[in-house]
């Protein structure tokens, strides 16, 4: 009896060995997978959650606003902007959720309209200064940028003024090769300012169309980092006889709600122009958008989509927007 008891005992703690160890190894083969897909952006974004809340619903506009309130600002829309949408749609007499949603999408079509898309044939050059913090993509954006003006006739010259970060530089002159336009750098930890001058100089005696400047992008939180961009458009000023035609701040899509902070710093320091939105294709969050366009007034002019050299698209409110909704 014993041993038949030891036995049993010896079989029982051998298969939860072996239990625990099979549950080991598929879960460390699917861990991967998973987080890849958690990483994927959804086909309908944020507004999925938006269509089901309100198509087919019998329910009124007043017993959805909570939900809706919860999913804009999840959606990084943003405290005020969203304030401001729900604060309209209460105020309208709609028939049905359904118009809800398209009085929604037709407001934010208004909010994103471009007054009107930029000209480069204004100014020769005409100058565009990129700023932002380091990882937004402002180097890749520059390129694909350069190419594109490159395809419709553009001679560009793309000025690296970014001395601060290590291979800046070299990496922005890889993309003006793989673009097929002019490039002016510095050395390492040279005078940023210096370098712009010597490139925009370059720009004016080789009679270049287009000037794309890559700014340094340390925390911006740190003024010395604004200081040196005012120096900047200081020296631009000198070397054109007038204000450079472009401030664009490149913002991260996924950044969130802290890209308006970002916004504010870098607008107080400069006048901005214009927005970048890089990496759009990597979060299912459009509102940031939404957010900056209410608070800061700043104008989208392109969406970062991908990391080829065509994945920079220009900007369109009405498509943005029903492509956000899936209609």
Not at 148 to 155: E, R, V
Not at 181 to 209: I, Q, T, W, Y
Not at 226 to 240: C, D, G, S, T
Not at 268 to 273: C, K, N, R, S
Request: charged share 20%; net charge neutral; hydrophobic share 45%.
């Amino acid at each position: 009896m014993d041993q038949t008891i030891l036995f049993a005992g010896i079989l029982f703690v051998a298969s939860a060995v072996v239990a625990v160890v099979s549950f080991l190894r598929i879960k460390k083969k699917t861990q991967p997978q998973l987080i890849t897909a958690s990483l994927q952006k959804p086909k309908d974004g944020f507004a999925a959650p938006l269509k089901k809340l309100f198509l087919g619903s019998d329910k009124t506009l007043k017993d959805i606003l909570p939900a809706l309130e919860e999913l804009l600002l999840s959606a990084d829309v943003g405290v005020t902007m969203t304030a401001k949408l729900l604060g309209q749609l209460s105020e309208q007499k709609l028939a049905s959720t359904v118009d809800a949603i398209d009085f929604i999408k037709s407001e934010c079509e208004k909010l994103l309209t471009v007054p009107s898309p930029v000209d480069f044939s204004t100014a020769h050059p005409y100058v565009i200064f990129c700023v932002g913090i380091n990882g937004t993509g402002k180097t890749t954006s520059i390129g694909k940028l350069a190419y594109q003006l490159k395809q419709t006739g553009k001679k560009v010259l793309v000025v690296g003024a970014d001395t601060f970060r290590a291979a800046a530089g070299d990496q922005l002159k890889v993309w003006a090769e793989r673009a097929g336009v002019e490039f002016v750098g510095g050395e390492p930890n040279s005078d940023p300012a210096s370098v712009v001058h010597n490139g925009l100089s370059a720009a004016k005696s080789r009679k270049v169309d287009v000037v794309l400047v890559d700014t340094a992008g340390r925390l911006h939180t740190k003024t010395s980092l604004m200081e040196e961009l005012k120096k900047m458009q200081r020296v631009a000023v000198k070397v054109l006889g007038v204000e450079p035609n472009e401030f664009w701040l490149v913002l991260d899509a996924t950044t969130g709600q802290n890209g308006l902070t970002q916004a504010r710093v870098f607008t107080e320091a400069l006048h901005l122009t214009g927005l970048i939105l890089s990496k759009y294709d990597g979060t299912a969050k459009g509102g940031i958008i939404l957010a900056i366009a209410q608070d800061l007034k700043l104008p989208v002019r392109y969406l970062g989509v991908g990391e080829g050299v065509d994945d920079l698209k220009l900007f369109e409110a009405k498509a943005f927007v029903a492509d956000l909704f899936d209609s």
